[in-house]
């Protein structure tokens, strides 16, 4: 079992930065593939980016070169770092916990309550 809970959402205006975090519970969080996830008013949820245990990762292309994932399996938190912000990235984002690496949510057997990422223009 693995419980996460997200942190580090706000209001930001365009072009700026935001770091969110997730801090998962359970022994074994480091076994698992970890994703960020958003859902934008009215939109479908859609993948961001997603890393491995070991360190390997994938991205969205709308979110390459301005947003990075990251983990630290000694602290059971996986990061997202947002740079470059964009309006368009305004959602609420949902962090996840998989056994594989994998950009499809149905593939994430465990979600975080999510935190709201306003990008004013």
Request: glycine share 14%; with cysteine.
């Amino acid at each position: 079992q693995v419980q996460l809970v997200e942190s580090g959402g706000g209001l930001v205006q365009a072009g700026g930065s935001l770091r969110l975090a997730c801090a998962g519970s359970g022994r074994t969080f480091s076994n698992y593939a970890m994703g960020w996830f958003r859902q934008a008013p009215g939109k479908e949820r859609e993948f961001v980016a997603a890393i491995r245990w070991s360190g390997g990762n994938t991205y969205a292309d709308s979110v390459k070169g301005r947003f990075t994932i990251s983990r630290d399996n000694a602290k059971n938190t996986v990061y997202l770092q947002m740079n470059s912000l964009k309006p368009e990235d305004t959602a609420v984002y949902y962090c996840a916990a998989s056994m594989v690496l994998t950009t499809s949510g149905k593939g994430y057997g465990y979600w975080g309550q999510g935190t709201q990422v306003t990008v004013s223009s």
